[in-house]
């Protein structure tokens, strides 16, 4: 197990603290050669730009990146701010935890489909007459309203309760899609053609579980980018994006439903 992928914080710790000697070591050699503005700015840059690098040398995601390059910035802003009142930071705070809580809970951050891979997606339902979808954890729910409509039902399934809001009431102004205020661990997917999922290696091995055990023999988990493990998905897609979206298709068949039965009878 890598430590730094399992905890990126400490990675990112790391880094500043890389990026520290770098700017203490260059601070060292141009004293008296440049005044205290330019060092101070100049080590800003350095420390942020060596952060960032050396965040994206050990593999970390790419949000990380951008954390290790305005961290520096933001800690000198904090203490530079003088007497800020508190509440706009409080009131801060409580607009993340409603966007980003699945962050923290699960492993998830949010970022969205993009417009190919929903037409990947679409395409996808159309090859195999589906004509129920769901996306679990379902974001904005830009995946559910594209999708929904010509005799196709889309569903999305949100918990972060902000971002359900936003996608509850786009569904409802576009009149497309359903979006529910729910657990992804709490759906019923028994009748759906096809699961969609987009959300981090982290919930895999759990989500193909609940697939195996709920989908209807026959019906797909597509999920974007991240593979479960030790799972042969019977096939994978990759998309012409600039990120070389990997869409991993895994179909549930007879068997496996069969056996998750058969033991769960034993088991009764
Ligand atoms: C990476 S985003 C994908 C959004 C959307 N599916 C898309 O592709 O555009 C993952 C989403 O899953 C949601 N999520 C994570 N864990 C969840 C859970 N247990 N129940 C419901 N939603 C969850 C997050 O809040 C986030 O909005």
Redesign the pocket.
């Known amino acids: 197990m890598n430590p730094i992928r399992s905890y990126p914080i400490i990675g990112a710790v790391l880094a500043q603290l890389a990026a520290g000697v770098v700017v203490f070591a260059l601070s060292a050699m141009l004293a008296g050669r440049l005044d205290a503005v330019g060092l101070f700015w100049g080590g800003l840059i350095v420390q942020s730009g060596v952060a960032a690098a050396v965040t994206k040398l050990l593999g970390l995601p790419v949000w990380w990146v951008w954390i290790s390059l305005c961290f520096p910035g933001a800690l000198m802003l904090a203490l530079n701010a003088g007497d800020l009142p508190a509440w706009p930071f409080g009131i801060g705070f409580v607009v993340l935890y409603l966007?980003?809580?699945?962050?923290a809970?699960?492993r998830?951050?949010?970022?969205?489909?993009n417009r190919l891979?929903?037409g990947a997606l679409l395409s996808l339902m159309q090859q195999r007459g589906a004509n129920r979808f769901v996306?679990?954890?379902?974001?904005?729910?830009?995946?559910?309203r594209a999708l929904d409509g010509e005799g196709r039902q889309a569903r999305?399934?949100?918990?972060?309760p902000m971002?359900?809001f936003v996608s509850f009431v786009l569904s409802k102004i576009e009149r497309r899609g359903q979006i529910l205020r729910?657990?992804?661990?709490s759906?019923d997917i028994s009748d759906d053609d096809i699961v969609?999922?987009?959300?981090?290696p982290e919930?895999m091995p759990q989500l193909y579980e609940k697939v195996r055990r709920e989908m209807k023999p026959g019906s797909l988990l597509v999920s974007?980018s991240f593979a479960v493990p030790g799972v042969d998905a019977t096939e994978i897609w990759e998309l012409a994006d600039r990120r070389k979206t990997r869409l991993y298709l895994y179909e549930m068949n007879q068997l496996d439903s069969a056996s998750d039965e058969a033991a769960s009878g034993e088991a009764g």
């Open positions: 966007v980003f809580s699945n962050t809970r699960e998830v951050p949010l970022y969205l489909t891979t929903t996306d679990l954890g379902s974001g904005l729910g830009g995946v559910v999305g399934v949100e918990s972060a971002v359900w729910q657990d992804i661990w759906a969609y999922a987009f959300l981090s919930p974007n």
